[in-house]
């Protein structure tokens, strides 16, 4: 094959390396612009796996770059002086330098035609005089600009601003300083990669950089300034430049990573932020996987094919993981008050990927240091598994921190709930969790989304749900709580399994909504709402309200998210109102509070009332992120015990980033910036299913409980189960009496797999001497 690289950096030098091992007849040939010392940066980091992929291929590189690892195995947080080691993972790291110079002369040696100081050729006429054309040409591809058509990239330019250093001092492990300054919250990333220095990234919010006034300094006044800022953690030690200058991190993804015979490789078809450590990893993985694709796969076209779908999906698992730990970063400033402990904890799991159970196998005694330090914070005598910490929201005390999530069954008869919603609502209870929640309960009958739906708009439903909350309080020692909304433009819509959000085949009732505008195509076109309209739902609430107080239930929950009638009046996709409910956030806020202040004055203060929101719309002209705080602010304003913290279906358009709890970092951000300082709970929702997770999230302070929705209809005793996988016994998670012979992991199968049974003694001359039979055990009966 004759082989066309454009760029020498790690991606495509490994690639023209490992293609001439494969085949000596390859032509290999590789422009670089750049001479071949001139380059950014000081250390880069491998893990484990990609080392051990390195060894595989090219036992050369492998050996040469393992003689000249740092290696280290722990992770140094260092907060505002508070310090803290976490023990028990494995890294190596190595001059970015050496590793150019390994490469390029690994690639001198066998016979690839390295052009330095050269731009590549234009790529139209390169990919006709060559068989391939590998875009290697890093973050800012002009190959990947050239087909942008094709490759479909995208580029999110991010907000903090970051200077890529080095230093003398040499660290010990991979060092994080968070220091808060006069200006703000600055974080150093640094790390060890030879004996004679390190990594130092300097980071922080672009608004921190310019109240600090790095935008109107030159390059050695802000080292100067850094320095300054830095003294005590650098000890003494100089910083180094190296080409540095302050960026913005931007990350690229591509649709498409080949096209005909043009392929990307590396920066130039991802980036993942630096916070993670990958970027030459995720290239030199590549270019493996590009070369043994190559060489599998009997034409070039399979081969390109073979390659997007061995490694798109890998990227963009990183990628989802470096997303979440670049915006911790970027949004660091608001955990200044966090305790050092947990602040250190929540920067470790802060990509999701290390969990609590992952800590506490890597370093047992830091794991229980978090554990005691939230059992301390929630004035707790024992630490116990966070979730199984009781907490209050409100006035009412919940024995753990695990919420049945609010599931429409869409099961009910003119609004009454039956034997099926005792018994699901019952077990549920039964099974362990802290607050079972009911299905979203309407107002009214207009006000149900399906014929299928619960109300609470008549005494008969009230008796009904009585019967429910009794079962839940002589039972079993958890709470129920009931959800009240009304559907507006979702309702008069299909059973879930039969069609969901898609008008009723017949009997459809006149819907509203704060617009007239439907949810999506082919769904209903609401009536505006006027005031007859607006006053006839706070008077149904209210009564809704009444009746669910005295069916018994312990929290009302008002369902103002999903695009439901409260919802759509707080989006304003949905809300395009000129009247004072529509227009800027405080008048579509202000239909919401309405009812909310109604609903708050008719339940006795013993309690609480949470609310449910979206937190984003996900599309460009809907609520955001940014909203949410400002609309949870306004509810724990007029007394909301709790934000219940969902997402989306505000509208069919939506483009949700779905992912193991997804959700959660709007529910963090609401509680760091509006509830924990006001003494409201808030709740994280969404694709959280193990209690690893659970536990992270709560122990990180990022949410105070965690509602569970399908995990719960998979099983609904997944409390009691959680307790008996964690060997925890006590009150938070008692089993019901009659349940108790159940309360321990069933023993699993016995295989058939036959255990050794022979043991061959040898002598010092290696002979076998002796055989001895390993008596049969019989197995505990
Ligand atoms: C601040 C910072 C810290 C980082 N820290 C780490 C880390 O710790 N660990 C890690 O693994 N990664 C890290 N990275 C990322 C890492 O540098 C890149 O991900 C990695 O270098 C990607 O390799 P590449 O070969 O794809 O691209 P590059 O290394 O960018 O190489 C592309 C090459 O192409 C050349 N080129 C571009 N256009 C042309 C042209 N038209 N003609 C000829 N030549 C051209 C460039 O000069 C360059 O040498 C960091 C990046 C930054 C910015
Ligand atoms: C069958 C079903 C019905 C739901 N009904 C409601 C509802 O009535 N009210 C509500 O707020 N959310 C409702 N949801 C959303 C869940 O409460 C929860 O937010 C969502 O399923 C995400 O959590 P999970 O990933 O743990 O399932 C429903 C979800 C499911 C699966």
Redesign the pocket.
């Known amino acids: 094959m004759r082989i066309a690289i454009?760029?020498?950096?790690?991606?495509?030098?490994y690639l023209a390396a490992l293609m001439k091992q494969l085949d000596p007849h390859h032509e290999i040939t590789v422009?670089?612009?750049?001479a071949p010392d001139d380059?950014?940066?000081f250390?880069?980091?491998?893990s484990d796996e990609t080392v051990g992929g390195i060894e595989n291929a090219d036992t050369f590189i492998h050996d040469e770059m393992a003689r000249r690892f740092a290696r280290w195995t722990d992770i140094d947080v260092d907060v505002d002086g508070h310090s803290f080691t976490v023990g028990g993972q494995g890294f190596a790291?190595m001059s970015?330098k050496d590793l150019l110079h390994l490469l390029q002369q690994r690639a001198a040696d066998l016979g690839v035609s390295v052009h330095y100081r050269?731009?590549?050729p234009d790529a139209d006429q390169l990919r006709t005089s060559y068989d391939l054309v590998v875009a290697?040409?890093?973050?800012?591809?002009?190959i990947r600009t050239k087909y942008a058509d094709t490759f479909a990239p995208t580029l999110d330019h991010r907000a903090n601003k970051?200077?890529?250093l080095g230093t003398d001092l040499v660290f010990e492990a991979f060092q994080f300083f968070v220091k808060q300054t006069e200006w703000g919250t600055m974080q150093i990333h640094g790390?060890p990669y030879s004996d004679k220095g390190s990594?130092f990234?300097v980071e922080m919010h672009e608004d921190v950089w310019r109240r600090a006034g790095f935008d109107a300094l030159d390059i050695d006044h802000a080292i100067k300034k850094i320095k300054d800022t830095f003294a005590t953690e650098l000890a003494g030690h100089e910083i180094q430049t190296n080409n540095s200058k302050w960026?913005n991190?931007t990350t690229v993804r591509n649709q498409r990573w080949y096209d005909g015979n043009v392929v990307l490789?590396?920066?130039?078809a991802h980036?993942?932020h630096?916070s993670i450590?990958?970027?030459?990893?995720?290239?030199m993985e590549?270019a493996l996987a590009l070369a043994a694709c190559l060489h599998e796969q009997p034409s070039l076209a399979e081969a390109l094919q073979a390659y997007q779908t061995e490694r798109k999906p890998v990227v963009e698992s990183t990628q989802r993981a470096a997303q979440a730990s670049l915006e911790w970063f970027e949004n660091i400033g608001m955990y200044a008050g966090q305790e050092p402990a947990q602040f250190c904890f929540n920067l470790l799991t802060r990509s999701r990927r290390i969990t609590f159970e992952n800590l506490k196998e890597r370093d047992a005694d830091f794991a229980r240091r978090i554990e005691s330090a939230f059992a301390e914070a929630a004035g707790a005598r024992e630490a116990v598994p966070a979730m199984f910490q009781p907490v209050t929201i409100g006035p009412l005390r919940l024995k753990n921190r695990i919420i049945v999530s609010p599931m429409d069954m869409y099961s009910a008869t003119d609004g009454l709930p039956d034997d099926f919603h005792l018994v699901h609502l019952g077990s549920k209870a039964l099974g362990g969790a802290g607050l079972v929640m009911t299905e979203m309960v309407c107002v009214s009958p207009e006000g149900r989304i399906t014929p299928g739906c619960t109300g609470l708009w008549n005494d008969e439903q009230r008796d009904a749900y009585r019967r429910v909350t009794d079962f839940v309080h002589s039972r079993t020692t958890g709470k129920i709580g009931v959800q009240l909304g009304h559907s507006g433009r979702k309702g008069s819509t299909r059973l879930m399994w039969e069609g969901m959000d898609q008008p009723l085949t017949e009997n459809n009732w006149e819907v509203i909504g704060p617009s007239p505008l439907p949810y999506g195509q082919s769904c209903h076109l609401p009536r505006e709402a006027d005031r007859a309209d607006l006053d006839k739902v706070v008077t149904d609430f209210v009564a809704a309200a009444r009746r669910a107080v005295s069916a018994g239930f312990d929290l009302v929950e008002v369902h103002a998210a999903h695009g439901y009638l409260l919802s759509s009046f707080l989006s304003p996709v949905a809300n395009k109102r000129t009247d004072e409910y529509g227009g800027p956030l405080p008048n579509r806020l202000r239909f919401p509070l309405e009812v909310f202040d109604a609903v708050r004055a008719a339940v006795p203060g013993r309690i609480p009332v949470t609310v449910r929101i979206s937190a984003t719309d996900w599309v460009p002209d809907g609520n955001t992120e940014h909203d949410a705080v400002e609309i949870a602010r306004a509810f724990v304003e007029h007394g909301a015990a709790a934000i219940d913290v969902s997402s989306g279906q505000v509208t069919e358009e939506e483009q949700p980033a779905y992912g193991r709890s997804y959700q959660t970092p709007f529910a963090d951000r609401i509680r760091q910036l509006v509830a924990a300082p006001a003494g409201a709970k808030v709740i994280a929702v969404g694709a959280i299913s193990s209690y690893d997770d659970v536990n992270s999230i709560l122990l990180a302070g990022r949410a105070d409980l965690c509602a569970l929705g399908r995990t719960h209809l998979y099983d609904p005793q997944w409390t009691l189960h959680a307790a008996a996988d964690q060997n925890y016994r006590g009150e938070a998670a008692a089993w019901p009496v009659q349940f108790q012979a159940g309360s321990r992991k069933p023993p699993t199968s016995r295989t058939d797999k036959i255990p050794p049974r022979l043991a061959l003694l040898r002598n010092e001359t290696d002979q076998p001497v002796h055989v001895r039979w390993t008596p049969h055990r019989r197995p505990p009966s």
Do not use: M, Q
């Not at 454009?6 to 030098?13: C, D, H, Q, S």
């Not at 422009?31 to 750049?34: A, D, M, P």
């Not at 450590?277 to 290239?283: D, E, P, R």
């Open positions: 454009a760029g020498g950096g790690p991606g495509g030098l422009w670089e612009r750049n380059t950014f940066g250390g880069v980091v491998f790291a970015r050269t731009e590549a290697a040409d890093g973050i800012n591809s002009k970051y200077i890529w790390y990594t990234i960026l991190f490789l590396g920066d130039a980036s993942a630096f450590g990958s970027g030459t990893k995720l290239a590549d």
